[in-house]
């Protein structure tokens, strides 16, 4: 071990830097600014909690359509997408290693495409006229007679969204349960055999469960994380911010909208510190969960 | 071997209980792959093709058109095609080896050093896991313009190189080295920065080539540091310039826009495909506690 005194500081100090600067600063001074009104070019005039009142009681579209968008979205993309994640793992590592392989990249690579070639892909399948994908699917089966403008059809928007989202979510916490479950040791399964564990759910939930709470933890904080930053997805795929009549406007739209559109940045800032605090509330549900008790 | 229902994790051979897990599993791959799989074939297709009706999944007469439309528009603007290029190679090259570089140090130190803090940086860090950019955009705005690094290079590089997610696996891996081996270093009088270059870093090369994955898709695929903290085309990166273009919305626009999210992908595809088994062993250390 290495005990000098100002070694590791020397080690730390750039990372310490750079992670202050971009993400510690940004994120106390938007704290700072929620409580302030601020339009970019005065100063910032401290108006106490008035941002966050007149977010939970005047804004209408935050109160609407964002908050139940944002929660449905947030509920669906983040729990329904780690459970399937999961799911996905556990199947895999009942195979051989080379299909294994092979189809985790595949189930993988739709994470990395997320941003511009997720858009090009998905406008092109969800295109409004007959020569879309999804368009001309539905029609050959006889489920529609016309062609739906999808990215304007605010009955669709929202599944939409939901579907890409979910598609781009076999990201880095897919990996690391699979990794997980693939860690966990064999014998263990040969012991409960022997105890009495009859079917795989049982297996699953007393022994790769336990055995693997750590990468749980951290595959959960990913999907979350994951969750919340792919609000961009709406705005990406129609092509406009707010979205048609806010049918996938999401909180991280919202402070776009406020921040860069309207230039209320105070306001902008009071939407995020909320946003940071839902992302913090599910992260420490998560903790609760799979925390190891020492 | 005991095992419930003739299947075990990781088994060796292949048995007909697994079969099953096959019938669901190569739909739901499907279904994830197939997106990917139509666009290789758009963006392959000419113009006919791309207009025909009934549309059609995969390209009969593979052809370049939608490539070189795609380099001569660029052509015409003011900026080259090969401008974007460079730009997104310049930074994405820069991030990722200082990420590397930096993280590595970091995680050094978290890992194998007895310092004050120690404990509270790196649950501030596992606190930071859960950072979302977007949530903060304007503060970093406001950041980024006071450091004075506005619409340059460093404006996309600067913000991007500390990663948490990094930092995390990569200090995770660190622990798994024996504090033996660096003892014995210690022993023969290596100092710390030696003992980081020549056991901690060759001892780690998963978690680098995971980090650097990472980084590279994180950085590769950005386009909010180029539409916020840039404002003159010459420095903006190709991921902005693609974006820009599939919003175009006509028909050859999307056979480029197609052509473009390919030039995007490859580089994610072939990276993780080379570098995968030193990803899935260092996931293995990814436990959060």
């Given at each position: 071990m290495i005990t000098k005194r100002r070694t590791p500081y020397l080690f730390l100090l750039p990372y310490l830097v750079l992670f202050t600067v971009f993400?510690?600063?940004?994120?106390?001074?938007?704290?700072?600014?929620?409580?302030?009104?601020?339009?970019?070019?005065?100063?910032?005039?401290f108006v106490g909690l008035t941002n966050y009142i007149n977010l939970l009681t005047q804004d209408t579209i935050?109160?609407?359509?964002v908050l139940p968008n944002t929660i449905l979205f947030s509920l669906v993309v983040g729990p329904v997408g780690y459970m399937l994640a999961f799911f996905l793992a556990w199947s895999l590592s009942q195979l051989t290693k080379l299909p294994r392989t092979i189809l985790a990249l595949i189930?993988?690579?739709?994470?990395?495409?997320?941003?511009?070639?997720?858009?090009?892909?998905?406008?092109?399948?969800?295109?409004?006229?007959q020569s879309g994908i999804a368009n001309y699917v539905l029609t050959q089966l006889g489920v529609i007679t016309e062609p739906i403008i999808w990215m304007f059809n605010t009955t669709y928007i929202m599944p939409i969204v939901i579907i890409v989202a979910l598609w781009g979510s076999m990201g880095v916490g897919f990996l690391a349960m699979l990794a997980g479950l693939l860690d966990v040791n064999p014998e263990l399964y040969e012991a409960a055999a022997i105890d009495g564990v009859r079917n795989r759910f049982q297996e699953v939930f007393y022994i790769t469960i336990p055995s693997m709470k750590p990468q749980m933890l951290f595959g959960a904080v990913m999907s979350i994380v994951n969750a919340f930053q792919a609000g961009n997805i709406g705005v990406m795929l129609t092509g406009s911010n707010p979205t048609p009549q806010y049918a996938a406007q999401l909180m991280v739209n919202h402070i776009e909208d406020y921040g860069f559109t309207r230039y209320e940045m105070g306001y902008a800032a009071a939407v995020s510190v909320g946003l940071l605090a839902l992302i913090y509330a599910f992260s420490h549900v998560a903790r609760m969960l799979f925390a190891e008790k020492d | 071997m005991a095992a419930i229902g003739g299947t075990r994790v990781n088994p060796k051979k292949f048995h007909k209980n697994q079969i099953p897990f096959y019938l669901y599993l190569i739909p739901i791959a499907a279904f994830m792959g197939l997106p990917i799989l139509y666009i290789i074939n758009h963006a392959f297709k000419p113009m006919d093709e791309l207009f025909a009706f009934p549309p059609k999944f995969f390209v009969s007469h593979p052809s370049l058109i939608n490539f070189q439309n795609l380099f001569q528009a660029a052509g015409t603007s003011s900026i080259p095609l090969s401008r974007y290029i460079f730009n997104s190679l310049l930074v994405t090259v820069a991030v990722v080896f200082?990420?590397?570089?930096?993280?590595?140090?970091?995680?050094?130190?978290?890992?194998?050093m007895h310092f004050k803090f120690k404990n509270t940086i790196f649950e501030i860090n596992n606190l930071a896991l859960m950072f979302v950019a977007t949530a903060v955009t304007i503060p970093r705005y406001l950041t980024i313009s006071s450091v004075g690094i506005l619409d340059t290079y460093w404006a996309h590089i600067l913000p991007q190189i500390a990663m948490p997610v990094c930092l995390f696996l990569i200090k995770q891996f660190v622990d798994g080295v024996?504090?033996?081996?660096?003892?014995?270093?210690?022993?023969?009088?290596?100092?710390?920065f030696k003992v980081y270059r020549k056991i901690i870093l060759p001892l780690i090369k998963p978690a680098i080539a995971t980090g650097a994955i990472l980084v590279f898709q994180n950085v590769w695929n950005n386009i909010e540091t180029s539409s916020l903290f840039t404002s003159s085309e010459g420095v903006r990166t190709l991921a902005f310039y693609m974006n820009t273009l599939s919003t175009a919305g006509t028909v050859q626009g999307q056979g480029m826009a197609a052509a473009a999210a390919l030039i995007m992908f490859i580089p994610n595809l072939l990276l993780f495909v080379v570098m995968q088994s030193s990803v899935m062993n260092t996931m293995a250390h990814s436990g959060l506690k």
């Open positions: 993400i510690i600063i940004p994120t106390v001074m938007a704290i700072g600014l929620s409580f302030t009104n601020y339009n970019a070019v005065q100063t910032p005039q935050f109160l609407q359509y189930l993988y690579s739709p994470s990395m495409t997320l941003g511009v070639a997720m858009t090009v892909m998905w406008r092109v399948v969800f295109l409004g006229n | 200082l990420s590397v570089l930096i993280s590595t140090m970091a995680a050094f130190a978290l890992s194998k024996p504090n033996s081996l660096i003892e014995a270093a210690q022993l023969e009088g290596a100092g710390s």
